[in-house]
C-alpha cells in the first residue's frame, strides 16, 4: 500500500559526521520499504513505522522541504540518501524523488553519500559524476551475502548481490568512490569465512575503494520478533541460548572472521575504513601545515 503524504520536515541533523558514513544531514524520502530484508532495524519500535513492510509513505513534498532547508545552510555539509528506508526502492521508478534531490544537491554543490542495495542507482550517474567532479559523492552497498539463492531468503524484495556488484563496477569505472557494506553480519547464517572470502574478492573485482564491516546484527523489540519468525526454530533457539535479549549479537567467531577479512583487505590494498567528506577535508587542511 502507497500513501502519499506532506511531511513537516525532511532533514535529520547528524551531531557526530565523523562516525559511521561522515554524513551531516540524513533525507527519507520515503518511510518503510518493500525490499523485505528479514534483519532490517527499522522495523524497530523507536522509528514509529507501522506495518513496515506494506505500507509505504512517499514524501510527496519532500523536494520543496529539501531546497527550502538546504539553501539556509551556511555550510555544504554531507547529504546522505537512506537510512530508516532504502532511498532506491522500486517506487522510486514511479516517482523519481531522488533524482530529484541529487539535481538539487548538485544545483546547490552539496556532497552526496548513498547506502542502497539497488542497482537503480547506476541511472543517476550522470548526475553523481557532476556532484563529484564538484565535491564529492560516493556510493555504498549493502551486500551481506555472495550467494544470490540466499540474498532471496533473507533478502527477497531487493536487487541480487551480483546486480549490486555490476552497477559497483560501473560506478567505479566513472570515477565514483564506492564499494561495500556487510551490515549486518548474521550470526550462523552469513558468518562464514567462505562468505567473507567471496564479498571481499567480488568486490575487489568490482572496483571497489572500501568495505567496511560490522561483524554483528542489532535484534530488539518487533524486528526481533520478525527475525526470528523468519529464521525458523532451530536457529531462533540457538540465538535465545546465546544472545538472550541482547541489543547488539556479535558473531560467535569474530576474531577468525576479522582476520581474514583483514587479511584479504590488505591484500587488495580495499580500505576497512568509510571514506567521507568530512575526513577528506580534515585531511586537506592538515596537509596545508606539512
Known amino acids: ?22 554524513v551531516h544531514y540524513y533525507l527519507n524520502i520515503y518511510r518503510g520499504c518493500t525490499h523485505g530484508c528479514i534483519y532490517c532495524d527499522s522495523r524497530s519500535e523507536c522509528y514509529k513505522i507501522e506495518n513496515f513492510d506494506t505500507e509505504v509513505n512517499v514524501k510527496t513534498n519532500a523536494i520543496e522541504l529539501l531546497k527550502s532547508a538546504l539553501v539556509k545552510k551556511r555550510k555544504k555539509e554531507t547529504l546522505g540518501f537512506g537510512s530508516t528506508s532504502d532511498t ?49 559523492a560516493c556510493v555504498a552497498f549493502t551486500i551481506t551475502t555472495v550467494d544470490d539463492e540466499l540474498a532471496k531468503k533473507i533478502e527477497p524484495n531487493a536487487p541480487l ?15 565514483i568512490r564506492t564499494g561495500t557494506v556487510i551490515m549486518p553480519m548474521l550470526p550462523y547464517i552469513t558468518d562464514t569465512i567462505e562468505n567473507i ?31 526470528y519468525d523468519k ?3 532451530e536457529l531462533k533457539d540457538k540465538y535465545i541460548a546465546k544472545y538472550k535479549n541482547y541489543y547488539s549479537c556479535g558473531v560467535p567467531n569474530y576474531s577468525k572472521l576479522k582476520k581474514r577479512f583483514i587479511e584479504l583487505c590488505k591484500k587488495y590494498n580495499i580500505s576497512t575504513e568509510m ?13 596545508m601545515f606539512d
Open 161 to 175: 548481490p551480483s546486480k549490486r556488484f555490476e552497477a559497483m563496477s560501473i560506478l567505479s569505472s566513472m570515477g
Open 275 to 287: 571514506p567521507s567528506y568530512y575526513k577528506e577535508n580534515a585531511k586537506a587542511q592538515m596537509s
Open 88 to 136: 532506491y526502492n522500486p517506487l522510486e521508478l514511479k516517482y523519481g524523488f531522488t533524482r530529484r534531490a541529487l539535481e538539487l544537491a548538485r544545483e546547490l554543490r552539496y556532497p552526496v553519500f548513498i547506502l542502497t542495495k539497488s542497482n537503480l542507482v547506476v541511472r543517476d550517474l550522470d548526475i553523481l559524476c557532476d556532484i563529484n567532479n564538484q565535491n564529492y
Open 231 to 233: 529464521i525458523g526454530s
Open 197 to 227: 572470502e567471496g564479498i571481499v574478492e567480488k568486490s575487489n573485482k568490482a572496483g571497489a575503494n572500501f568495505i567496511y564491516s560490522s561483524f554483528s546484527v542489532t535484534l530488539r523489540d518487533r524486528q526481533r520478533e520478525y527475525y
Open 1 to 22: 500500500m502507497i500513501n502519499e503524504i506532506e511531511a513537516k520536515s525532511i532533514l535529520i541533523y547528524n551531531k557526530r559526521p565523523s562516525s559511521w558514513f561522515g
